[in-house]
């Protein structure tokens, strides 16, 4: 079974101020830092999901620019969902540099037939840190042809649905999810 990778890079940083996926991440930038995390899984395929003209192609990684600009991560984990024919796609946000190629490869191999992994952090799903089984894609269409773009909706839906697990986030493994959304957070 095929299992791809798709870095999520194609929001607008409009409270960063500028690009956070070229943002330093110690000798690299912030995109380059979270591709070699995802390369570390060895994965069949990794892409970058971006908006139409994010500038990626230089990264030597396919782009799979969104079909529905605006709509956020959803759009890309369907993008994801639908290009190269993977069972499961390990999805992770360029603005996550705390999360591990250990803690995603426990969440790949959680996952049965069908069935994808998402980290839960209290009552909260951690959606750009998790795994999606080709099985969620259906679900992803119908949610962007009725504009519910909302990634929490997507994975309660896809628990009822018994198309994804959820996983307890420990206390120690909740610094993973920190990102870096604004100047502030940036380097931490």
């Not at 299992?3 to 101020?17: D, F």
């Not at 969902?81 to 069972?87: E, F, K, T, V």
């Not at 999805?91 to 069935?115: E, I, K, Q, S, W």
């Not at 997507?154 to 993973?176: K, M, P």
């Amino acid at each position: 079974m095929r299992r791809a990778g798709v870095l999520l890079a194609g929001g607008s940083s409009t409270r960063m101020g500028r690009d956070k996926a070229r943002l330093p991440c110690g000798c690299v930038t912030l995109i380059e830092h979270q591709l070699e995390t995802l390369a570390r899984l060895a994965l069949d395929s990794v892409y970058i999901s971006a908006r139409p003209g994010g500038g990626y192609e230089d990264l030597g990684v396919p782009v799979l620019e969104d079909d529905c600009p605006g709509a956020g991560p959803l759009a890309g984990i369907a993008k994801a969902l639908s290009a190269g024919g993977a069972s499961w796609v390990v999805v992770l946000a360029v603005d996550m540099p705390a999360m591990t190629a250990d803690y995603l490869g426990r969440l790949l191999h959680g996952c049965a037939p069908g069935m994808g992994c998402v980290p839960q952090n209290g009552a909260f799903y951690e959606p750009l840190a998790a795994v999606y089984p080709q099985e969620c894609l259906g679900l992803a269409q119908r949610l962007l042809l009725g504009r519910s773009l909302a990634m929490q909706n997507f994975v309660r839906q896809g628990v009822a649905e018994n198309r994804l697990q959820s996983i307890r986030v420990t206390e120690a493994e909740r610094e993973l999810f920190a990102n870096w959304n604004t100047p502030d957070l940036a380097g931490r």
